[in-house]
């Protein structure tokens, strides 16, 4: 077998997990092998919290994680890989570990001794604050009531299956005065919300921020990571979270230096407009700006117009105060701020009001901490992007429109003079200095903590007009993209990033791809999904609230058909579950309301996966052509367009998933690793998806780096039905959109496409050719989707 390529030319995801480890991957091998994907993308490899399902919860980065086979395991499977051709890609977690001393050896010697042990440059903590001692946030009460679980045991402090080391020679002291010698202090878990005091993961207390811009901090958590590098055992990677980062374009340069100019690829949510650093020294991003273009080529946006008002009509006063997208992002950001990152806001505040007070700029002097903590507040919840990168990049996030919006929070004019501070700063105004550089850092990683938990997490799950335009990277207040914006997106991606990864499905995402493909049709039918719904509710009790039984209704239509009705309705009521959890609205992982979940529960059991969604499932069945052209459609757009496909486990067949941890069930695999699922054939969405990624393998230059993208102009009454365009002169991918729309405007009738110069032949038809200007009805005669390759002359 050849080498895998330097750069891949599809990769296919895997989640690693105890039930799912190398050895089953091996297995799995040759079966991937004959996907003709190059390699294969593995979930973190190194050792994480014991049972872990995702791997992102890293305790020791110097070691392959033991529960998943080890170090010879891995190397194990990259010899299988290469053997059959393909090279291995590695997610990567630099930016935090796991908040878990027992298993953590690194964060086991900080709490041991202090901010002078020689790895207590590794963690994110502001010694300063809570009086020198780093707050453990894991007592399930206020210490009074949970001191007689507090016991030592010899060198360890015990607290259920908690320990922590003990500070040399105070294990005889009397609980009062051993838990104040020691270099923490254990708390009840509420407290993070308001005193926490080390970085973490968005508002993950378990996970601890890693100060990987470090040079030392980097090499020792990087050792392991580069050593499989250059030995050949991987070929690439993915960053995990790089906005986390103190500076992500220094990390990236450094990481680039150390592994030669690998292939990397960094989880970066870009927002609709926003472009990626080009100083960045990386591929591109996994893809979730990918996944946008490519989900709202399926969106009619006029009919997600009357989706929206009629989800307005269903849901009110439910609605987040009438459901506009711009207001409940902008309240989910104040609420965020002020709740679960308070502790983040707390510390950006404190370091601005020391710089303030310090300063030698007159300017800056007499600023008292609440005004600044109103401008901080003011101004990140205008953010309209995860962050700024430096002084410059702050102008163009930081607007002048947004700080005059900003100002208008305060009663007395002078006291608005902290907004221009505040921007000031962040301008690079007053200066470069630690202490400038210490604010400006610490505003951009609460911007991106803000960012990510305000609209993935929460607005996403206020919003719902339509489920499958609340995605990651998503814009759900103007979802829908045409031909001509994605024939624009995809020149610029050929252009500027052309080996970048792009995506459909991901561990990370809301709903699978085909679950949103699936619900895209609801643009092209709102009114009549409107009427479904409103017999389908009649006489269902109790209803919780609108926006939840809205959100119910679309996510069993879209999940459809899953197997055994219990595990259908279990599937769907726990994503219900997390989905008002994540919302705030009612209830909340902190603030479970019991009453409200229950009755979420028997909604679930009682409507949507009771007699009367038997409605709703007519309604899919009516619609499944139109699904299904969905289906084919992003998978063939997504396997052929720029950039380099990513698989998820699976979704080579039909992949129905919601949210995590629905997403993240170990693959299934024949016997001899085949993908068999007892299916007795290989379904419409496989064939397509391996006629695409053969001809990538055998044609790698006409979908390369150095390949070209045309776009292809219908013409003809249903032309916006049609998405096409060339790659390098050689492949023609074609496909229906709105097809819904398109029958009931009467069909193709005379809309034609004219093809490049030269004879065409139907890569999955043999015998099929064209050349010239086809017919629209006999190209898509037999399947919405058309793959085709020019023909030798």
Same mark, same amino acid.
């Given at each position: 077998?050849?080498?895998?390529?330097?750069?891949?030319?599809?990769?296919?995801?895997?989640?690693?997990?105890?039930?799912?480890?190398?050895?089953?991957?091996?297995?799995?091998?040759?079966?991937?092998? #004959?996907?003709?994907?190059?390699?294969?993308?593995?979930?973190?490899?190194?050792?994480?919290?014991?049972?872990?399902?995702?791997?992102?919860?890293?305790?020791?980065?110097?070691?392959?994680?033991?529960?998943?086979?080890?170090?010879?395991?891995?190397?194990?499977?990259?010899?299988?890989?290469?053997?059959?051709?393909?090279?291995?890609?590695?997610?990567?977690?630099?930016?935090?570990?796991?908040?878990?001393?027992?298993?953590?050896?690194?964060?086991?010697?900080?709490?041991?001794?202090?901010?002078?042990?020689?790895?207590?440059?590794?963690?994110?903590?502001?010694?300063?604050?809570?009086?020198?001692?780093?707050?453990?946030?894991?007592?399930?009460?206020?210490?009074?009531?949970?001191?007689?679980?507090?016991?030592?045991?010899?060198?360890?402090?015990?607290?259920?299956?908690?320990?922590?080391?003990?500070?040399?020679?105070?294990?005889?002291?009397?609980?009062?005065?051993?838990?104040?010698?020691?270099?923490?202090?254990?708390?009840?878990?509420?407290? #993070?919300?308001?005193?926490?005091?080390?970085?973490?993961?968005?508002?993950?207390?378990?996970?601890?921020?890693?100060?990987?811009?470090?040079?030392?901090?980097?090499?020792?958590?990087? @050792?392991?990571?580069?050593?499989?590098?250059?030995?050949?055992?991987?070929?690439?990677?993915?960053?995990?979270?790089?906005?986390?980062?103190?500076?992500?374009?220094?990390?990236?340069?450094?990481?680039?230096?150390?592994?030669?100019?690998?292939?990397?690829?960094?989880?970066?949510?870009?927002?609709?407009?926003?472009?990626?650093?080009?100083?960045?020294?990386?591929?591109?991003?996994?893809?979730?700006? #990918?996944?946008?273009?490519?989900?709202?080529?399926?969106?009619?946006?006029?009919?997600?117009?009357?989706?929206?008002?009629?989800?307005?009509?269903?849901?009110?006063?439910?609605?987040?105060?009438?459901?506009?997208?711009?207001?409940?992002?902008?309240?989910?950001?104040?609420?965020?701020?002020?709740?679960?990152?308070?502790?983040?806001?707390?510390?950006?505040?404190?370091?601005?009001?020391?710089?303030?007070?310090?300063?030698?700029?007159?300017?800056?002097?007499?600023?008292?901490?609440? @005004?600044?903590?109103?401008?901080?507040?003011?101004?990140?919840?205008?953010?309209?992007?995860?962050?700024?990168?430096?002084?410059?990049?702050?102008?163009?996030?930081?607007?002048?429109?947004?700080?005059?919006?900003?100002?208008?929070?305060?009663?007395?004019?002078?006291?608005?003079?902290?907004?221009?501070?505040?921007?000031?700063?962040?301008?690079?105004?007053?200066?470069?200095?630690?202490?400038?550089?210490?604010?400006?850092?610490?505003?951009?990683?609460?911007?991106?903590?803000?960012?990510?938990?305000?609209?993935?997490?929460?607005?996403?799950?206020?919003?719902?007009?339509?489920?499958?335009?609340?995605?990651?990277?998503?814009?759900?207040?103007?979802?829908?993209?045409?031909?001509?914006?994605?024939?624009?997106?995809?020149?610029? +991606?050929?252009?500027?990033?052309?080996?970048?990864?792009?995506?459909?499905?991901?561990?990370?995402?809301?709903?699978?791809?085909?679950?949103?493909?699936?619900?895209?049709?609801?643009?092209?039918?709102?009114?009549?999904?409107?009427? +479904?719904?409103?017999?389908?509710?009649?006489?269902?009790?109790?209803?919780?609230?609108?926006?939840?039984?809205?959100?119910?209704?679309?996510?069993?239509?879209?999940?459809?058909?899953?197997?055994?009705?219990?595990?259908?309705?279990?599937?769907?009521?726990?994503?219900?579950?997390?989905?008002?959890?994540?919302?705030?609205?009612?209830?909340?992982?902190?603030?479970?309301?019991?009453?409200?979940?229950?009755?979420?529960?028997?909604?679930?059991?009682?409507?949507?996966?009771? +007699?009367?969604?038997?409605?709703?499932?007519?309604?899919?069945?009516?619609?499944?052509?139109?699904?299904?052209?969905?289906?084919?459609?992003?998978?063939?757009?997504?396997?052929?367009?720029?950039?380099?496909?990513?698989?998820?486990?699976?979704?080579?067949?039909?992949?129905?998933?919601?949210?995590?941890?629905?997403?993240?069930?170990?693959?299934?695999?024949?016997?001899?690793?085949?993908?068999?699922?007892?299916?007795?054939?290989?379904?419409?969405?496989?064939?397509?998806?391996?006629?695409?990624? #053969?001809?990538?393998?055998?044609?790698?230059?006409?979908?390369?780096?150095?390949?070209?993208?045309?776009?292809?102009?219908?013409?003809?009454?249903?032309?916006?039905?049609?998405?096409?365009?060339?790659?390098?002169?050689?492949?023609?991918?074609?496909?229906?959109?709105?097809?819904?729309?398109?029958?009931?405007?009467?069909?193709?009738?005379?809309?034609?496409?004219?093809?490049?110069?030269?004879?065409?032949?139907?890569?999955?038809?043999?015998?099929?050719?064209?050349?010239?200007?086809?017919?629209?009805?006999?190209?898509?005669?037999?399947?919405?989707?058309?793959?085709?390759?020019?023909?030798?002359?």
């Amino acid at each position: 077998m050849p080498p895998a390529p330097a750069v891949p030319t599809a990769t296919y995801r895997l989640q690693l997990q105890p039930d799912f480890p190398f050895s089953a991957a091996t297995t799995a091998v040759p079966h991937l092998a #004959a996907l003709n994907i190059s390699h294969l993308h593995l979930s973190p490899v190194l050792e994480a919290v014991p049972g872990s399902r995702h791997g992102y919860d890293v305790v020791d980065p110097t070691r392959v994680r033991e529960e998943l086979g080890g170090e010879e395991g891995l190397r194990e499977l990259s010899r299988t890989a290469r053997d059959h051709g393909l090279g291995l890609i590695l997610d990567i977690v630099p930016n935090h570990m796991a908040m878990s001393p027992r298993h953590n050896p690194a964060l086991w010697e900080v709490l041991r001794d202090g901010p002078s042990s020689p790895r207590a440059r590794w963690f994110d903590i502001d010694w300063e604050a809570q009086g020198g001692q780093v707050l453990l946030p894991v007592l399930g009460g206020p210490l009074g009531e949970e001191a007689d679980r507090l016991k030592v045991d010899g060198d360890v402090l015990r607290y259920h299956d908690h320990a922590f080391p003990l500070r040399e020679g105070t294990a005889g002291l009397p609980l009062p005065r051993l838990l104040d010698a020691q270099w923490y202090r254990p708390v009840w878990w509420r407290l #993070a919300r308001t005193e926490l005091n080390y970085r973490r993961f968005f508002s993950i207390s378990e996970l601890i921020g890693v100060r990987v811009e470090d040079p030392e901090v980097f090499a020792a958590t990087h @050792a392991k990571i580069l050593e499989l590098l250059h030995e050949g055992v991987v070929d690439g990677l993915r960053v995990d979270h790089p906005d986390g980062l103190a500076d992500p374009g220094g990390y990236l340069r450094r990481l680039h230096e150390a592994t030669g100019g690998r292939w990397t690829v960094v989880e970066k949510i870009l927002a609709d407009g926003e472009g990626l650093p080009a100083s960045w020294p990386v591929a591109g991003t996994t893809g979730y700006d #990918a996944l946008r273009h490519v989900d709202g080529l399926f969106m009619d946006p006029a009919g997600f117009g009357e989706l929206l008002d009629r989800y307005r009509a269903f849901a009110a006063p439910q609605t987040d105060r009438g459901g506009d997208w711009d207001a409940t992002v902008r309240r989910a950001a104040y609420k965020v701020l002020t709740h679960e990152l308070a502790a983040e806001s707390d510390r950006l505040t404190r370091v601005a009001a020391r710089l303030c007070a310090t300063s030698p700029e007159t300017a800056l002097r007499d600023r008292a901490p609440w @005004a600044l903590r109103t401008a901080l507040t003011e101004l990140l919840v205008r953010l309209e992007v995860y962050r700024p990168y430096s002084p410059e990049d702050a102008a163009t996030v930081v607007t002048e429109e947004a700080a005059a919006e900003a100002r208008r929070a305060f009663a007395v004019p002078e006291e608005a003079g902290a907004v221009d501070v505040v921007r000031d700063l962040l301008l690079g105004r007053y200066g470069d200095g630690h202490a400038q550089a210490e604010f400006r850092t610490r505003f951009a990683q609460t911007a991106s903590a803000l960012r990510a938990k305000s609209v993935e997490d929460t607005a996403f799950y206020r919003y719902v007009p339509l489920l499958s335009a609340t995605e990651v990277g998503g814009e759900p207040g103007d979802p829908a993209v045409g031909p001509d914006r994605f024939h624009a997106y995809c020149a610029r +991606v050929q252009r500027d990033w052309p080996a970048t990864g792009t995506v459909l499905s991901t561990h990370d995402a809301k709903r699978s791809a085909d679950v949103r493909a699936a619900l895209h049709v609801l643009t092209e039918c709102p009114g009549r999904w409107a009427d +479904v719904l409103a017999e389908a509710s009649r006489g269902v009790e109790p209803v919780p609230d609108g926006q939840l039984a809205w959100a119910a209704w679309q996510t069993v239509f879209g999940l459809g058909p899953a197997g055994d009705e219990r595990a259908r309705e279990e599937r769907v009521r726990e994503a219900l579950l997390k989905h008002v959890r994540e919302a705030g609205l009612f209830t909340s992982w902190t603030e479970q309301e019991p009453p409200y979940e229950e009755a979420v529960a028997r909604f679930v059991a009682a409507g949507p996966c009771g +007699v009367p969604g038997r409605k709703v499932a007519e309604l899919r069945e009516a619609l499944e052509p139109h699904i299904r052209a969905n289906v084919l459609g992003a998978a063939l757009v997504h396997l052929t367009m720029p950039g380099v496909p990513d698989l998820y486990q699976g979704t080579e067949r039909e992949y129905r998933a919601l949210v995590d941890p629905d997403n993240r069930t170990p693959p299934r695999f024949g016997e001899n690793g085949d993908g068999g699922d007892g299916g007795g054939g290989r379904s419409e969405k496989e064939a397509v998806t391996r006629a695409a990624l #053969a001809l990538r393998a055998r044609r790698p230059e006409v979908f390369g780096t150095s390949a070209s993208y045309e776009p292809l102009a219908a013409v003809g009454p249903a032309a916006d039905h049609c998405l096409a365009f060339a790659r390098s002169g050689e492949v023609v991918t074609a496909v229906t959109r709105l097809s819904l729309r398109l029958a009931e405007s009467g069909g193709w009738r005379d809309t034609r496409l004219p093809l490049p110069r030269g004879r065409w032949a139907d890569v999955r038809e043999p015998g099929r050719e064209f050349e010239r200007e086809v017919r629209a009805a006999e190209l898509f005669a037999a399947s919405p989707v058309v793959l085709l390759e020019r023909l030798p002359e």
